[in-house]
């Protein structure tokens, strides 16, 4: 082979080695562009999680989420909770699942859920304000009614309904009802357990747990909660709490309110009624 075309294989050699060099820096560069772009994605990704999981913890302890921790565990807690029952129904006839004088003038249905948060927001905001107004000046009085939304369960919800409605049989039903609601636990968590129930009866002041423990397996509590739930879905009730009233005895129509917090809606709808 001469020399010049010896020359010139090489000179082509030399050429293919640099495109080929050349080719691989590109490769090399476009990949390591690929992984700049790829790791600034992740970190922006990261920083948005960071942020909306900051947001989220910033609302639950708003919102409480973290502090429902049903039955107190210190005697403190559980003295407040049961001194401020006693201080509200105190005085306040019994019978059943109604509060009040049987001879008032207006009766007001509350639909409820015991382990509802709404209901809860209802029974610590403008409930007291009712009872103190017209419950406990004999011009109105109150029944509670069972209505599942929030129990998970319906045989927890039967269970839970039918605790209350027993101590109803010891005229105090609604020391419970309020008990349970200021110790609610965490929605969903399935707090409600016997241990549970039977550590609000023992809260009770004057309730006999033995009878309470008895009366739980009478039938007629539990077809009360039927029955219960019969009465809220012909008025069309899907959510608690919800509510009916008129007069004692006579026809009860539904209570359109305004706020759960503030009694305004609920002291018109009794005003209403008693002049009705």
């Known amino acids: 082979m001469s020399s010049s075309v010896e020359d010139s294989e090489e000179d082509l050699t030399r050429k293919q080695r640099r495109e080929q060099a050349r080719a691989n820096r590109k490769a090399m560069e476009e990949a390591e562009a690929a992984g700049a772009a790829r790791r600034r994605r992740l970190t922006q990704l990261a920083v948005v999680i960071g942020i909306v999981v900051a947001v989220v913890v910033v609302i639950v302890i708003a919102t409480g989420g973290g502090s429902k921790k049903g039955i107190p565990t210190n005697k403190k807690e559980?003295?407040?909770?049961?001194t401020a029952v006693t201080q509200l129904l105190k005085g306040i006839p019994q019978s059943g699942n109604a509060l009040?004088?049987?001879?008032?003038p207006v009766t007001l249905q509350y639909f409820g859920d015991l382990e509802c948060p709404v209901c809860q927001q209802f029974t610590l905001g403008a409930l007291p304000a009712v009872i103190q107004k017209y419950v406990r000046s004999g011009k109105a009085r109150i029944e509670y009614r069972s209505l599942e939304t929030a129990t998970r369960e319906p045989e927890t919800f039967?269970?839970?309904?039918?605790?209350?409605?027993?101590?109803?049989?010891?005229?105090?039903?609604?020391?419970y009802i309020e008990l349970f609601y200021r110790e609610q636990g965490q929605e969903a968590t399935g707090y409600v357990t016997e241990s549970y129930l039977q550590g609000l009866a023992s809260q009770v002041p004057g309730l006999s747990l033995?009878?309470?423990?008895?009366?739980r397996s009478d039938p007629t509590f539990a077809n009360t909660v039927t029955s219960d739930a019969q009465a809220a879905n012909q008025v069309g009730f899907t959510g608690t709490p919800s509510f009916l009233i008129g007069k004692t005895g006579g026809p009860a129509k539904k209570l359109e309110y305004?706020?759960?917090?503030?009694?305004?809606?609920?002291?018109?709808a009794i005003e209403n009624a008693l002049k009705a």
């Open 258 to 268: 305004a706020s759960l917090t503030d009694p305004a809606s609920f002291e018109s």
């Open 158 to 175: 039967k269970t839970q309904q039918v605790a209350a409605l027993a101590a109803g049989q010891q005229k105090h039903m609604w020391d």
């Open 78 to 82: 559980a003295n407040q909770n049961v």
């Open 210 to 215: 033995a009878n309470w423990s008895s009366a």
């Open 100 to 104: 009040g004088n049987p001879k008032a």
